[in-house]
């Protein structure tokens, strides 16, 4: 069975400094894999996916993502980040992009100070 | 917004008493996914359904269960309801035939007492 780890359950980072959040994953095939965001009372919102191709993602709000075969990493990164960017982000793996289940990390979730 | 609606925000509920949950999918999309989400936990994948008909389940008792209508809009039920059903649920569409990505909605917030 798949499974996804965020190591980190809480990250804090200075507003303009750079970001990145750590995802390992489990999978017995080659997985489809997800960041989505999460914002208080709100539902989640997708990031960036993968799933074969340029290893390294481009996504909306200025985050990337690197996919690592040989550590079976997704992290994600952002050069920059914003005080809007407080929230909470999930890792997840899935068997395609829309159709199957996810298997989602238990979060990491992000505080930006000034 | 994702065009994704879910109703009630917020519900207070006692132990063993039933709940239904409703989401109306985004115009077009004809599978919706249901995920429980517990305080400081990330989602948790319940079922699918794909034209009417359940698609997939994760490790929930039966007394989980769900409809899709024609129009497909979705409900969850639970049923004996007890205080770990206590969480955010948030119901996704997307278009299985398109191989299309979730849209998630805001969630029901559900209180078990």
């Known amino acids: 069975a798949q499974s996804v780890t965020q190591p980190d359950i809480h990250i804090t980072v200075s507003e303009g400094a750079s970001l990145e959040l750590r995802c390992n994953y489990s999978?017995?095939?080659?997985?489809?894999l997800f960041w989505y965001v999460q914002s208080p009372g709100q539902g989640l919102q997708l990031l960036l996916k993968y799933f074969s191709g340029d290893t390294l993602v481009q996504g909306i709000k200025g985050f990337e993502a690197e996919f690592k075969r040989s550590q079976s990493s997704f992290n994600l990164r952002k050069p920059s980040v914003h005080w809007s960017d407080a929230a909470e982000y999930f890792c997840a793996v899935g068997l395609n992009f829309g159709n199957e289940k996810l298997t989602f990390g238990t979060g990491t979730r992000l505080t930006i100070i000034p | 917004e994702t065009g994704v609606t879910q109703s009630p925000t917020h519900l207070i509920k006692t132990r063993g008493q039933q709940v239904t949950l409703r989401c109306s999918s985004q115009s077009g999309h004809n599978t919706v996914s249901w995920y429980q989400q517990a305080l400081g936990q990330g989602p948790q994948f319940i079922f699918q359904y794909y034209r009417e008909e359940e698609n997939g389940r994760g490790n929930f008792p039966p007394r989980f269960s769900g409809l899709q209508f024609p129009n497909y809009s979705s409900e969850l039920n639970v049923n004996a309801l007890e205080l770990d059903d206590s969480a955010l649920y948030l119901c996704?569409?997307?278009?299985?035939?398109?191989?299309?990505?979730?849209?998630f909605g805001s969630g029901t917030q559900l209180s078990v007492l």
């Open positions: 996704a569409s997307s278009d299985r035939d398109y191989n299309e990505k979730l849209f």
């Open positions: 999978y017995g095939a080659t997985p489809y």
